[in-house]
């Protein structure tokens, strides 16, 4: 069992950090300029809400990463690709190399500049189609895809 | 027959009926709105203006448009579609690549002749094309020419590398959908019908009276009436002495029963009269419809998953239904239920083993008896939320709802008792349902991922769920064991996993 690259870490706790700043920042409109200020400060002092939600942001993007790395394990076997996941609900799951109809590696810009990638396994699958392999060094994911393309089944159904 | 390629072989229109047809079938909505707009006029509603303009400005001129801008050609290597009128879409299909040809005619296209015509290929949704609508005798000639079409490029293939044996090529040029020939598998005269309308038993007055509520109560003019209809009845029924009113409410809930019963029937009957299922080589091709003529076809190597389901009353008499489910295309996801709607077990599994070889085991492993505590709390809190609520703001006498504890434990219970799984010889079983019972097959060499999902309460208590995924379109609950012991489901996953890598290599 491989763990992912440790520097997803971040990556991760960036995404987490920018949601939350989002929702705040939704949150924290709403409380100044939608709801009226009188209703609004007889409930709670206006901003509040968004101030603690934006310390819960702080405080999970440093525990959600984590524990989602902690979690976080996949295997290539010969046949098939073995992953393990989730903090809250955990998912074990089988992609068989049958069954790839696409591979594909993705990078968002905060991976480009960490030099790593995601390795997207689509099937024809309905549910939970789409296998993601995120926090893989560049390098790495590119052989793994080169690899597993020569194993790819277009008519897979 | 070149001059049939000739004609083809350029850009087409589809039918000018179209257009008239596309009149018809919104020509509800139009009088609606134009009846709202300018008899009642009701101006003040900004709505039925806005929609008369839309109307006139752009759904009509728009129909015009997209008529006018859609043709098709049929070429010796592929088929052209090309539509759009801001942004020109082609769509190119390989007539290698078809599949199967479905003609449909709905009662209204049957008076204009016009059908609708659509080609399905192997692979992705992206390739397949829809004609709507040609007439009818186009549609037979867009089947033939397509399909000698195919034919000569099997046949050029084959004179070039000469690789493909000669099964392989009968086989393939089998893959079209002419007109019904084969062995009927099985049919269903005018009384059987009947019969299945009366057993279905859906809540259609549940799923309709809300739909037509939401649909009614958008026009004021209507849902003054309505609302003053009511008021009347509940002015009537506060007349009666109040000896009679339970009498009464029973009787009508009685009656709502029986008309959505009745509607049931009458709507069954229209819908699958003169049901015939077809095997045709490797494919299925089903027809049924009295006044709407319908044809689907299933081609057997894409079957994914097969579904027996049954209801108590069913039961009763010894009435099962058979469902085919194919990948989740776009024509099957409107029709997942092919197969055969109501036929005895025994002659079900006659038929069902000329579809799919299937031994249907004797017993079922039972999913965890935890699962019974997890459905008895998820259920409770379904009826303490709302029971608390109006203890807490209308009255304590709500809390008479705690005498249905016991109920919903007997529920979690049968729930337990009526889910098992099977697995064995390649085939996956999963059953579920107290109502609706379902057992679902899956063959072992259709998976497509495989998982094991533990939520925090199950980890709790051990327990996880085997969920299979194939390319069916299904619901969540057909190919999933859920709440077995945790070790168990990975040595299922494994087991399952293991199958289906010999399967596969034996095909290769």
Redesign the interface.
């Known amino acids: 069992m491989y763990s992912l690259d440790p520097a997803v870490k971040i990556i991760w706790g960036m995404g987490v950090f920018l949601q939350f700043l989002f929702y705040s920042l939704l949150l924290g409109f709403t409380e100044f300029f939608i709801i009226p200020s009188n209703i609004n400060n007889w409930i709670v002092p206006q901003g509040l809400l968004a101030l603690i939600m934006f310390i819960c942001g702080i405080f999970l993007t440093f525990i959600i990463p984590l524990l989602r790395y902690k979690y976080w394990k996949f295997q290539v076997r010969n046949d098939e690709i073995y992953l393990e996941r989730g903090i809250m609900t955990r998912i074990k799951t089988i992609a068989p190399y049958k069954r790839i109809q696409h591979i594909d590696v993705q990078q968002s810009i905060f991976e480009r500049m960490a030099h790593l990638g995601k390795l997207v396994i689509y099937t024809a699958g309905t549910r939970g189609a789409d296998v993601v392999l995120p926090g893989l060094p560049i390098e790495y994911a590119e052989d793994l895809r080169d690899k597993l393309r020569n194993l790819t089944n277009e008519d897979a159904v | 027959m070149t001059e049939l390629y000739e004609d083809y072989n350029q850009f087409r229109r589809l039918h000018p009926l179209t257009l008239l047809y596309g009149l018809f079938r919104n020509l509800p909505y139009i009088l609606i709105t134009l009846y709202l707009g300018l008899v009642q006029k009701q101006t003040e509603e900004l709505f039925y203006i806005f929609m008369l303009i839309f109307l006139g400005m752009v759904i009509i001129p728009g129909h015009i448009l997209r008529w006018y801008y859609f043709s098709y050609m049929i070429g010796e290597n592929e088929i052209i579609i090309r539509s759009g009128v801001f942004a020109r879409k082609t769509r190119n299909i390989p007539i290698k690549r078809v599949q199967n040809i479905n003609v449909k005619q709905d009662v209204l296209q049957r008076i204009l002749g016009i059908a609708r015509v659509q080609i399905e290929t ?2 992705d949704i992206s390739s397949e094309g829809s004609l709507d609508f040609v007439k009818l005798n186009e549609a037979d000639e867009i089947n033939k020419v397509i399909r000698l079409h195919k034919q000569k490029i099997i046949e050029k293939d084959n004179d070039i590398e000469n690789i493909e044996s000669n099964s392989d090529t009968v086989s393939r040029s089998e893959t079209f959908n002419p007109t019904l020939s084969g062995d009927t598998l099985f049919s269903m005269s005018g009384k059987d019908v009947l019969v299945y309308g009366m057993v279905r038993l859906r809540p259609l007055f549940l799923i309709y009276g809300a739909w037509a509520a939401s649909f009614l109560t958008q026009f004021k003019y209507v849902s003054n009436i309505v609302s003053g209809y009511i008021e009347e009845t509940v002015d009537s029924f506060a007349d009666l002495p109040i000896e009679l009113l339970l009498p009464l409410s029973v009787a009508f809930l009685i009656l709502t029963v029986v008309m959505s019963w009745i509607v049931d029937i009458v709507w069954t009957f229209l819908q699958y009269y003169g049901f015939k299922l077809v095997k045709d080589g490797n494919k299925l091709v089903e027809s049924y419809g009295l006044l709407s003529r319908n044809s689907v076809t299933i081609p057997l190597p ?1 079957l ?1 998953q097969i579904t027996i389901a049954t209801n108590p009353v069913k039961i009763k008499f010894n009435f099962y239904t058979l469902l085919l489910h194919t ?2 295309f776009d024509v099957y996801k409107k029709n997942a239920s092919s197969g055969i709607p109501l036929a005895k077990k025994e002659d079900l599994l006659e038929i069902a083993s000329d579809i799919y070889p299937v031994q249907i085991p004797e017993s079922f492993r039972n999913i965890s008896r935890k699962a019974v505590r997890r459905a008895f709390v998820r259920y409770l809190i379904f009826l303490i939320i709302p029971m608390a609520a109006a203890y807490y703001m209308i009255d304590w006498y709500f809390l008479s709802g705690l005498i249905l504890i016991p109920l919903v434990y007997y529920g979690a219970v049968l729930r337990w008792q009526y889910r098992g799984y099977n697995i064995s010889d390649n085939l996956i079983f999963v059953k579920h349902g107290f109502w609706n019972q379902k057992l679902n097959i899956i063959p072992v060499d259709k ?10 309460f199950q ?1 709790r208590l051990g327990l996880a769920t085997v ?1 299979i ?6 619901s ?1 609950y057909d190919a999933v064991i859920p709440d077995i012991d945790a070790d168990d489901a ?1 040595m299922i ?1 494994e087991e399952i ?1 293991e199958a ?2 010999q399967k ?1 290599r034996v095909i290769n």
Not at chain 2, 447 to 456: D, I, K
Not at chain 2, 469 to 474: M, P, Y
Request: proline fraction near 0%; aromatic fraction near 6%; charged fraction near 15%.
């Open positions: 192997a692979g894409k994914q990948a989740g998976l497509q991922t495989l998982h094991v999902r533990a939520s925090f980890r969920v995924d194939t390319a069916a379109s299904i969540a990975v996953l996993n289906f890598l596969s």
